[in-house]
């Protein structure tokens, strides 16, 4: 059975999970102890970064490299254009659902990091992590200030820098939109390029399905709520929320185990 370790929090991550789900590959999710999960990826490859997928006698982190390998191995519903000129586009365009990501879950987590129900996603519901959420919970949450950088001038960097990237794959949306409808990124096929960009910005939306839906009875922070509300009535989050609604059929439940 293939593993795919995880932070249950991590857009990256719903990423991976996207793409072995596109693939239609069995798999199950493993969440991993923020800062002790290192001890397991530089053992089997030397990087420090969720997601990480073992397959078999192969273990590969990074999403964008799990999109590689699993093209390679799977040839079933490929998620990289064979094309030369497509291949770059979608590849171009990884790359700034890679950089927007980045961006994003700063921003987010600075509104939600001192919200309880945000730490109980990072602790998961079992394991160490859960029954010592007394203990635990400050100390990752004082460890993912200081490794995200919520700080005030870093956060308003990130939501400039998410407003400069949205413009940009927005205008390339448009570019090839047919009668004014927006269909897919690249080629008008549904690809990594999606993937990518969907998923980065899957926190901002609280989409159902994804870690990042505000329990009943709770309210989205106003930035939040605002921004949400003006990329909705934008081409870009209406191509978001169209690619979820009709592209994102998940199969491991995003909650580990």
């Not at 400050?138 to 995200?148: D, E, F, R």
């Not at 909705?232 to 909650?255: E, H, I, N, S």
Request: aromatic content about 8%.
């Amino acid at each position: 059975m293939r593993t795919l370790y995880q932070f249950p929090l991590s857009n990256y991550c719903e990423k991976a999970r996207w793409l072995l789900d596109h693939k239609e590959l069995d798999y199950v999710a493993r969440n991993l102890i923020p800062g002790v999960h290192r001890l397991l990826t530089r053992w089997y490859t030397s990087g420090d970064t969720l997601p990480m997928l073992h397959d078999g006698k192969v273990w590969v982190d990074d999403s964008t490299e799990i999109a590689l390998y699993l093209d390679g191995a799977y040839s079933e519903k490929p998620l990289i254009s064979r094309d030369p000129e497509l291949r770059t586009q979608i590849i171009g365009l990884d790359e700034l659902g890679n950089e927007l990501g980045d961006h994003v879950r700063r921003w987010m987590l600075a509104y939600s990091l001192d919200n309880p129900h945000t730490m109980d996603i990072v602790v998961g519901e079992q394991g160490l992590m859960h029954t010592f959420g007394l203990l635990s919970k400050p100390i990752l949450k004082k460890g993912m200030k200081i490794l995200y950088q919520i700080k005030p001038e870093p956060v308003a960097a990130s939501r400039r820098r998410i407003d400069d990237l949205i413009n940009e794959i927005e205008t390339i949306l448009l570019e090839d939109a047919e009668d004014g409808e927006t269909t897919y990124l690249v080629g008008n096929e549904f690809s990594l390029a999606d993937i990518a960009v969907c998923a980065a910005a899957a926190p901002i939306f609280g989409i159902e399905g994804t870690p990042w839906v505000v329990p009943q009875g709770e309210v989205v922070p106003e930035p939040v709520a605002l921004y949400r509300d003006e990329l909705l009535a934008r081409p870009f989050g209406q191509y978001v929320m169209r690619v979820f609604a009709q592209d994102r059929k998940a199969k491991v439940d995003w909650r580990g185990q």
